[in-house]
T-cell receptor, first 110, second 113 residues
Framework: RKEVEQDPGPFNVPEGATVAFNCTYSNSASQSFFWYRQDCRKEPKLLMS???SGNEDGRFTAQLNRASQYISLLIRDSKLSDSATYLC???????????FGAGTRLTVKP | DAGVTQSPTHLIKTRGQHVTLRCSPISGHKSVSWYQQVLGQGPQFIFQ???????GRGNFPDRFSARQFPNYSSELNVNALLLGDSALYLC????????????FGPGTRLLVL
């Protein structure tokens, strides 16, 4: 079983749609959680950190459920510019190891 | 301000050769980490260095080694290259490790023939 699992997609949605991505992690000792965004043939960039209380940044909302070892990302009012691969990331071992999911690909269409 | 820089951008090697990849972190960042990204997969963690000391190591064979210099730049070395080492190698820097935002460089694309 992979340490971090994501639905690979692709998700193809129209502009303005709401889309949700899920991620599960296997190691209960995971400590920090993030969503990164990676555009085609570019480097990953931090989208947002994920906290137990849930957090929101504009159209993006992230949730963490430690009991179920589950992380989610919700994107509201999708824009064409949201088209990218979204990577779920957890850290382990006193934050000295970082594990990425394989990514979920999103395409927003006009 | 300059971001994370990596060199070279592209590299072609043959099996059995060795390769050295270089990374310069953002000014003021003391932590550098290395990742391997195979097409269609997420990055896989190789090494993390902080203040010139190895802080973490992923599940990679001993053919992979790295170091961090006094100016916080870093090198990743891979010996006895295999076809399966063909990938994008990413370097990321941060202020203090994985709790902090990782800023990635553009990567080095390595092709092993």
């Amino acid at each position: 079983r992979k340490e971090v699992e994501q639905d690979p997609g692709p998700f193809n949605v129209p502009e303005g749609a709401t889309v949700a991505f899920n991620c599960t992690y296997s190691n209960s000792a995971s400590q920090s959680f993030f969503w990164y965004r990676q555009d085609c043939r570019k480097e990953p960039k931090l989208l947002m950190s994920v906290y137990s209380s849930g957090n929101e940044d504009g159209r993006f909302t992230a949730q963490l459920n430690r009991a179920s070892q589950y992380i989610s990302l919700l994107i509201r009012d999708s824009k064409l510019s949201d088209s990218a691969t979204y990577l779920c990331v957890v850290t382990l071992y006193n934050n000295n190891d970082m594990r990425f999911g394989a990514g979920t690909r999103l395409t927003v269409k006009p | 301000d300059a971001g994370v820089t990596q060199s070279p951008t592209h590299l072609i090697k043959t099996r059995g050769q060795h390769v050295t990849l270089r990374c310069s972190p953002i000014s003021g960042h003391k932590s550098v980490s290395w990742y391997q990204q195979v097409l269609g997969q997420g990055p896989q963690f190789i090494f993390q260095y902080y203040e010139k000391e190895e802080r973490g190591r992923g599940n990679f064979p001993d053919r992979f080694s790295a170091r961090q210099f006094p100016n916080y730049s870093s090198e990743l070395n891979v010996n006895a290259l295999l076809l399966g080492d063909s990938a994008l190698y990413l370097c990321a820097s941060s202020l203090g490790g994985f709790r902090e935002t990782q800023y990635f460089g553009p990567g080095t694309r390595l092709l092993v023939l």
